[in-house]
């Protein structure tokens, strides 16, 4: 039995190892020559589903290496294009992986890949029939019920990618797109899908344009976690602006972004990324419509950034950029260029995303920001014409800035300002140890040095006709804002205007300038609603007035803009916070203070031309108030053309609702030769000489005025009479003459009164309304004034003579030493004398004279035996009829006359027959007439009133019944 066991063992043994052998040949066989050919028809044939094309150089399998080596192969695209190809594909399978339940490669290894990805005009790609081949299932999938599988151990020793080259095409776009990778080289030893076990590993990938994406680190596929440096380098950022160029308003002309950093992948697919670093260079951006340039950005870099995916929480180090230039173009309506272009195109889809809105906030450390030597070029059509700025030299930095609290700490901003064709630059500084922005709170600190007011000549184009020729603000500005309800605005500090220069563009004249101009010590709060100035202090203020011919003034021609004659847009209803806040500003200035200003006045409405420049104004207001009681003391004092002093004092509340005011203005000693165009003008005369002193003193309370104004005139002379058309009527030099008194002085005290509620008032008219009415009374009753100066109760301009005589009487002689009194007082004043005799009165009186003289009897108290005397001159005279026969007709006429009034009747008729016989003449009563005016001559040259004064006019006779005769005395200048 055991040798016939042991021969059947060697038997069985032999034909294992024959058929064993055998099929170990055909396997090598198989292996050599038939699976290759296999595995390319499989590839033939499954391409040829799809109409592709393959060619392929050799397959080799090595059936004891279990390696398989593919070369040259070339997978053509639908219409006959290469899309898929490699030099090389080797791959080394260790047989003995099967024992470990482990698949493992020795090798896998794959040279000179390329691959075109491409996406047509009707937006299908290359691969879409590739991928309808795949997901054609034989049959109706079963549901999946199963677990899900464990990931499959696989280990393989070494992974090359050698020369790998991607393409992407896109000609679904507008305009096409096209991105090549590579090549790209990836270099991995021992990678696996071990639970838990990671190795080093490197990848390196480059782009024709010199891009670079290199990784180090270790990787474990389960759990997935990795950890390691990624670096890359020369992106072409205008690749990734092509491939959305559609989404953008703006064109990305160049672009380099460059980044490293060490990462943390952790199992529970949190990321963790510290001291990364990120930089781009080169940004170039223009407008994509015009082409104009928008911004260019050298260099921008992130330093120090360490992120926690699962914390939401970024933290970076700092950021810095150094000489970037922005264009920025802000139109009419506000728009800001640069905003419109960086703002993403709307695709039309704005739902709501309402789980992103709910998820939680991102934490954002930002431990320093420093951008240097920055440009800004801004022009804004904002006030409706173009407006130049240029800010350069701009540093701004801040620290610790925190997304979650909304704070930055120690905010710096400075900066250079210029204006287009300006020499001149000023300088910006803001800073602000802390800033909360949501909501805003922070203390700001701002400097302004020398900020040229020209470049605001756009915005004033549109408001007067000046030009701002030179002019610069400083300021230095504490601000404290706090958003609440409102925006709360604390504001202290000073401001200073200096070296302005307003020039009128319509006559080219310096209309307003100083030298400096400053603001001491400004407080203002919003919402107290008050402004606090400690002081205003001027140098050299200068202004100018004048009056065209037509009456307006250079200040109506300067604001008289075109842009003010466009029709008012109606006023938009307050809403009913504003309705509700109407309590007026409070407003208070210590003082304002004046250092050698001066005014320039002229008037051209004039047939000459008149100029005042009031200078040499020193002096202050002060306690400036806008509250109802506030009372401000004005204290000026300045000089007209240098030599006439000017000062103006008193109290006025200009900014109160109820303007009060109690000002006294004085001139005192102004030549008045320098106002004879307006005395051309008003009065028809020049002025030869003079000079006026002038003291007004003004009070106004509930827009009522009330004014005293008291003029002193010295050595008034008239020149020349002129023919000036819109002259007043009065007897100018007559005024004149009864105003100005012994010594050549006029003194006159004007009151006038008005109210500012009457539509038609106006200051000029009050008063000119005041002294022409003044000067009309003096003309109309002169001799009332003359009688006011020697305190006469009797008229002067009348003397009265009894009928008949030229003697002067008692009173006559009185009233004209009191008018050579008053005459010595206005030594201007000539007198003229018109004496007039009674053609009744006077002749009655004369006859009267003539007959007693004839009868040697006193006619004024006829006796018994003088009435015989007349009865007798009677019968002589007159034969017919008898005293008898009259006396007889009386009687008969008249009965009832007792004895007596018959006699009287008959005595009355011989008296007046014999005065009508007398005979006087009218040239008798005319040198009675001429002798009392010499009589009033004599006197009053016996009364020291020279005889070229007076003057004697030709009489005349009157029959008005009068108890006396009266002389008219008249006044004239000489």
């Avoid at 139109?331 to 993403?344: E, F, H, V």
């Amino acid at each position: 039995m055991g040798l016939i066991e042991n021969s059947l063992s060697v038997r069985l043994t032999g034909i294992f190892l024959k058929y064993g052998c055998l099929l170990f040949i055909l396997y090598l066989l198989f292996g050599y020559f038939a699976a290759p050919s296999i595995i390319e028809s499989q590839m033939r044939q499954q391409l040829e589903q799809t109409g592709r094309k393959m060619h392929v150089e050799h397959i080799r399998y090595n059936p004891l290496a279990l390696s398989l080596d593919m070369h040259g192969l070339v997978i053509d695209d639908p219409q006959g294009r290469p899309q898929l190809s490699f030099d090389r594909l080797y791959g080394n399978f260790e047989a003995s992986s099967l024992l470990w339940s482990t698949v493992v490669f020795k090798e896998l290894r794959l040279d000179n890949f390329t691959y075109h990805y491409t996406i047509a005009k009707d937006g299908s790609s290359n691969i879409d029939d590739l991928l309808a081949l795949a997901n054609t299932p034989d049959s109706e999938p079963e549901a999946d019920t199963e677990e899900p599988q464990p990931v499959p151990r696989i280990l393989i020793k070494q992974l090359s990618l050698n020369g790998i080259n991607l393409t992407y095409r896109d000609n679904h776009r507008p305009k096409p797109f096209y991105k090549a990778f590579g090549p790209i080289y990836i270099s991995l030893y021992y990678f696996n899908t071990f639970p838990g076990n990671g190795y080093p590993y490197s990848v390196e990938a480059n782009t024709e344009q010199g891009e670079k994406i290199s990784w180090q680190g270790d990787l474990s596929v389960v759990p997935l976690r990795s950890q390691g440096d990624i670096e890359i380098s020369g992106i072409r950022l205008r690749d990734g602006w092509a491939f959305a160029e559609e989404m953008l308003n703006f064109e990305l002309v160049d672009g380099r972004l460059a980044a490293h950093g060490h990462y943390q992948l952790s199992p529970d697919g949190n990321v963790k990324l510290s001291d990364a670093n990120i930089k781009l260079d080169k940004i170039d951006i223009i407008d994509k419509k015009t082409a104009q340039p928008a911004l260019n950005i050298p260099s921008f870099t992130l330093s120090g950034i360490n992120l926690d995916l699962q914390q939401q929480r970024v933290e970076i180090g700092r950021i810095d950029s150094q000489k970037a230039v922005f264009h920025e173009h802000i139109d009419a309506d506000g728009q800001s260029r640069l905003q419109q272009l960086l703002t993403p195109i709307s695709s039309g889809n704005n739902t709501d995303n309402q789980a992103d809105e709910a998820a939680s906030p991102w934490q954002v450390q930002l431990n320093k920001f420093a951008l240097k030597d920055y440009r800004i070029d801004l022009d804004t059509d904002v006030v409706g014409k173009p407006l130049n700025f240029t800010l350069s030299k701009l540093n701004l930095g801040f620290e610790q800035f925190n997304l979650g609290d909304s704070r930055l700490k120690n905010l710096q901003l400075d900066t250079t300002i210029d204006g287009e064709g300006s020499e001149a630059s000023s300088q910006l500084s803001i800073n602000s140890p802390q800033l909360a922005y949501a909501p805003l709170k922070t203390s700001v600190n701002v400097d302004l040095k020398a900020f040229p007011l020209s470049h605001a000549q756009p915005i004033l184009d549109d408001l007067a006709n000046l030009q701002l020729v030179d002019g610069t603000l400083s300021s230095k500005l504490n601000l404290q804002l706090e958003e609440g309800k409102q925006l709360s605005i604390v504001a202290k500090g000073e401001a200073s205007i200096d070296t302005l220069n307003l020039v009128d563009t319509l006559k080219q004249l310096p209309f307003l300038s100083w030298d400096s101009l400053d603001v001491h010590d400004i407080a203002y709060s919003s919402a107290a609603n008050s402004l606090d100035i400690d002081s205003i202090d001027t140098d050299a203020l200068f202004a100018r007035v004048t009056l065209h011919k037509d009456g307006t003034s250079n200040i109506q021609d300067i604001l008289a803009h075109p842009s003010q004659s466009a029709p008012a847009q109606p006023a938009q209803p307050a809403d009913k916070e504003q309705q509700g806040n109407t309590t007026p500003m409070s407003i208070n200035v210590g003082s304002i203070n004046f250092n050698n200003a001066r005014s320039r006045f002229s008037d051209l409405s004039l047939s000459r031309r008149f100029a005042m420049t009031i200078g040499e104004i020193n002096g202050s207001i002060k306690d400036i108030s806008s509250a109802t009681d506030g009372r401000a003391s004005v204290d000026l004092k300045g000089s007209v053309n240098r030599y006439a002093p000017v000062l103006l004092k008193g109290q006025v509340n200009p900014l109160a609702a109820e303007t009060y005011t109690d000002l006294a203005l004085s001139f005192h000693g102004l030549e008045l030769t320098n106002l004879t165009p307006y005395a051309d003008v008003y009065a028809g005369y020049a002025i030869d000489k003079g000079k006026l002193t002038v003291e007004l003193n003004y009070k106004m309370l509930n827009n009522r005025i009330v004014g005293g104004n008291h003029l002193f005139i010295d050595q008034l002379t008239l020149g020349d009479h002129t023919n000036s058309s819109t002259a007043t009527s009065l007897p100018v030099a007559l005024a004149i003459a009864l105003l100005k008194d012994s010594r050549g002085q006029i003194d006159i005290k004007l009151e006038v009164e008005g109210s500012l509620d009457d539509p038609e008032f106006n200051y000029g008219s009050l008063l000119w309304d005041a002294a022409t009415s003044f000067i009309g009374k003096i003309i109309a009753s002169p001799f009332n004034l003359l009688a006011s100066l020697v305190e006469s109760s009797e008229p002067l301009n009348e003397i009265n003579f009894a009928f008949g005589s030229s003697e002067l009487d008692t009173t006559s002689t009185q009233t004209l030493s009191d008018l050579a009194d008053a005459l010595k007082q206005r030594p201007q004043l000539d007198l003229e004398i018109r004496s007039n005799a009674n053609s009744i009165a006077d002749r009655e009186a004369l006859a009267r004279t003539k007959l007693g003289q004839q009868l040697s009897i006193d006619m004024n108290t006829i006796s018994n035996s003088d009435w015989n005397k007349l009865n007798d001159y009677y019968q002589q005279s007159n034969s017919e009829p008898s005293l008898n026969e009259l006396r007889q007709e009386i009687v008969a006429a008249q009965p009832e006359l007792s004895k007596q009034q018959v006699e009287t009747q008959l005595q009355s008729h011989v008296l007046q027959t014999l005065l009508l016989q007398q005979n006087i003449s009218d040239h008798a009563l005319k040198q009675l007439a001429l002798k009392r005016s010499n009589n009033i001559r004599l006197a009053l040259i016996a009364q020291a009133i020279g005889h070229d004064r007076v003057f004697v006019l030709d009489s005349s006779l009157v029959d008005t019944p009068s108890k006396q005769s009266t002389s008219a005395l008249e006044l004239n200048a000489h």
